[in-house]
């Protein structure tokens, strides 16, 4: 195991100077263990916003919000968590000037120069395509970008999105560089206070029964979906369609299908209830169908990897794979 000054080390790195949990932090952990406990209720909101990136204790907060969580442990809790601190990062952007957008993205790690002439943005290209892979709608994709000094253009709506997006890539990649047994260690004197969060928060986890539907023919792309879904990660609106569209047509019950959506961050029960009921034509009378391979692909939202239906040339539809898997299971 490492030392404590090891650990210390680490965190203060991470953090950017924190070095004493127990002595000038405690207040601040204080204010973030009330903001995880007013968290365990979807609908209840903790009043301010710790994760202003305009405040030079957004960075420190987070990270120790994360080491936190790794000592709470609980995926789905973890996911809910991530995504409002996204949301209080993207709310904090909402009156920032232009021309310090760059400088407050430049300080989440994002290079990006601002053209005062134009007021748009230049992003590198990989950081475009790394943050933008989780928002669906082509104003994202890469091949509807304008470029100059191969870099992408954008305006300050989508640069919040785009600096949103690349702070939840980086605290995932944070979470799993903390180690659980030190972070035990490390925040032993608080464990009663997370223990408790920990209980109450279990007992949110909503275990999804997929019935008789035969999910071992599921695509790759719904099963990831669905693995989102109950990992508590937020989806895409396309995967959202695309996955309650397959689960209706291969037979899965409403009542199911509301099931996997309970876990999702954003879940509210009667906003998912009206769009999965307008999915499956209960509103407008129209059933629908999954997008097509191809709408999925240029979404971003395909994960086809080396999986030999996918990758066969007559495949166009997730429904055409589930169709082809079963007859195989079948056979053998
Ligand atoms: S090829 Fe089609 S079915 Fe397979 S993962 Fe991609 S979108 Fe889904």
Redesign the pocket.
Known sequence: MESSGTMEDKIREMTGGFSDPFGDSSERIGRIIRFLDDSIVAKNRYKGNLYDLTKNEWKMTSILTLWLLKVIDLDYFTSRIIYRIRDGMEESLQNVRDEDLSIIAERVGIPMEFSPAESFYISRIPIFTKSCSRISGSTFRLVYQSFRDNGVLSNKNKVDKIIREYAVIQMRDIMDEIDRENAVKYFESYMPDLEGIRQKAQKLITPVDLGDVDTSAF????LHFISDAKNGVNIPHMGRFAMVSFLNKVGMSEEDIMKIFSSVPDFSRKITEYQVKHILGEISGIKYTPPK?ET??SNH????DD?P??NSPN?K??LT?YKIKKQAGKKS
């Open positions: 695509p790759p792309c719904i391979c999925l692909r939202l395909c994960y086809m999986d239906i996918c495949m539809h997730p794979y």
